[in-house]
């Protein structure tokens, strides 16, 4: 079974700029997520979809940050315009619908630098 | 607020001698629990989960974590390290409702001495 897929793996934009990150859940996961992982912290959490609608934003930086999820499948995530401190791993996520038995499942994350 | 905490940063142990992890949350009513491995460059792999039940859960790679309800604890152990299990860990909590919004301690750092 495939995983969540994530591009690019690695990301350096200089401060101002914009970056986009897309993610591939896997196959039949209704729920998608993206994490921010700075470092030396613990993942956060941006958003959560539920197929094609925001369940949870109440973390995402809205002046700057956007995601999207337009046919509840695959997602991006954009950052415009950076700052420094938006450095980090931006992780994707995805489950079945959130109940006791479902895993959540994380792909190897989209490393940014911004300098 | 909900919390997790970890309270040591870097842990170092010989191959071959146990672990133990140590891992508080603070929550209203007991959360789900979890406990993430994250390699150099990987994402996050799940070693084991608590929902309710037994209160010692069984995970993989031979790993295991008992949840302490008068403690707001869930620690997680291994009885023999392998260098192979050097990596960051972390514990996180989610709330028994339908959001299932994964709020995660800020890791333990495993080092493995030959």
């Known amino acids: 079974e495939a995983g969540v897929a994530q591009s690019p793996r690695y990301k350096i934009i200089e401060k101002r700029q914009s970056v986009a990150f897309w993610c591939n859940p896997i196959?039949?996961?209704?729920?998608l997520y993206w994490y921010q992982q700075i470092l030396g912290q613990g993942p956060k959490l941006l958003i959560q979809f539920q197929n094609n609608g925001v369940v949870d934003d109440s973390q995402l930086p809205k002046d700057r940050f956007s995601a999207e999820r337009l046919k509840g499948v695959d997602s991006t995530l954009k950052i415009q315009p950076a700052k420094l401190e938006d450095s980090a791993v931006y992780l994707c996520?995805?489950?079945?619908?959130?109940?006791?038995?479902?895993?959540?499942?994380f792909g190897e994350g989209s490393w940014l630098t911004v300098v | 607020a909900q919390s997790v905490t970890q309270p040591d940063i870097h842990i170092t142990v010989s191959e071959g001698a146990s672990l133990e992890l140590r891992c508080n949350y603070s929550y209203g009513a007991t959360p789900y629990l979890f406990w993430y491995v994250q390699s150099p460059g990987q994402g996050l792999q799940l070693l084991l989960k608590?929902?309710?039940?037994?209160?010692l859960v069984q995970g993989i790679k031979g790993f295991e974590a008992e949840f302490k309800r008068s403690q707001s604890s869930f620690n997680l152990r291994k009885p023999s390290v392998h260098w192979s299990d050097a990596a960051e860990y972390f514990c996180?909590?989610?709330?028994?409702?339908?959001?299932?919004?994964?709020?995660f301690g800020s890791g333990t750092r495993l080092l493995v001495r030959p």
């Open positions: 196959s039949g996961h209704a729920t």
């Open positions: 996520a995805s489950s079945l619908v959130p109940s006791s038995g479902n895993t959540i499942y």
């Open positions: 608590y929902f309710s039940g037994d209160t």
């Open positions: 996180a909590v989610a709330p028994m409702d339908s959001s299932y919004k994964l709020i």
